[in-house]
């Protein structure tokens, strides 16, 4: 039987008061529940609104400034520039399914390592960190191939819905909608009438 929700508290002074301990727990003991897999959910004491995202993100942001950072300003760049655009739902998915891929591919290592160094591996963090590094140059292999691929799927993927966007509006007499009549291909100038003629 799963066990209920974890409900934390966040009031206005800033503090999170734990409802299963009955006291009240840092960034450090949420970030303790998410590694232990606790479910649990962060609400506002007040309105009850969901805080837990907002929390979660307090924790990577302490622990990208912690000295050991994950992600890179390109990649928080990148990430950035997906919001708003028209493809941000589909890319959150993207990368949520290549996040549960690597989880995946962890877990094969790890019963890997158990079959080397036997039933618990993680006791000895030095045998996992020595396995890991062992592994380190297939798996980095693995994982650009498997990126690759992937990339390479979501680009296509997104020229396949351009292509038939304009192929469903191309008919239509959208203002400059690239397909349309009269519109120009794309990359074309405009030759209406202003500029110098010479």
Not at 85 to 95: D, F, S, V
Request: hydrophobic residues 35%; aromatic residues 10%.
């Amino acid at each position: 039987m799963s066990q209920p929700t974890r409900i934390i508290k966040k009031y206005p002074n800033r503090r999170l008061y734990d409802t299963e301990t009955s006291s009240y727990i840092t960034l450090q003991d949420v970030k303790k529940l998410v590694l232990g897999q606790v479910d649990f959910r962060v609400e506002d004491a007040k309105s009850k609104d969901d805080l837990t995202r907002s929390i979660l993100l307090q924790i990577i942001l302490e622990e990208e400034t912690a000295g050991s950072p994950m992600f890179s300003s390109d990649m928080l760049s990148q990430i950035i520039r997906f919001y708003g655009n028209a493809m941000q739902g589909m890319m959150g998915t993207y990368l949520e399914k290549n996040i549960h891929t690597f989880v995946d591919m962890q877990k094969r290592l790890q019963d890997q390592s158990r079959q080397i160094y036997g039933q618990n591996p993680m006791i000895n963090s030095d045998a996992w960190g020595e396995f890991v590094k062992m592994q380190g140059p297939a798996l980095q292999g693995f994982m650009s191939r498997y990126l690759e691929q992937s990339a390479n799927a979501f680009m296509e993927m997104q020229q396949q819905l351009q292509s038939q966007t304009r192929n469903m509006f191309g008919g239509f007499q959208f203002p400059g909608f690239p397909g349309a009549p009269g519109a120009k291909p794309a990359g074309e100038p405009d030759k209406g009438g202003g500029g110098d003629k010479g």
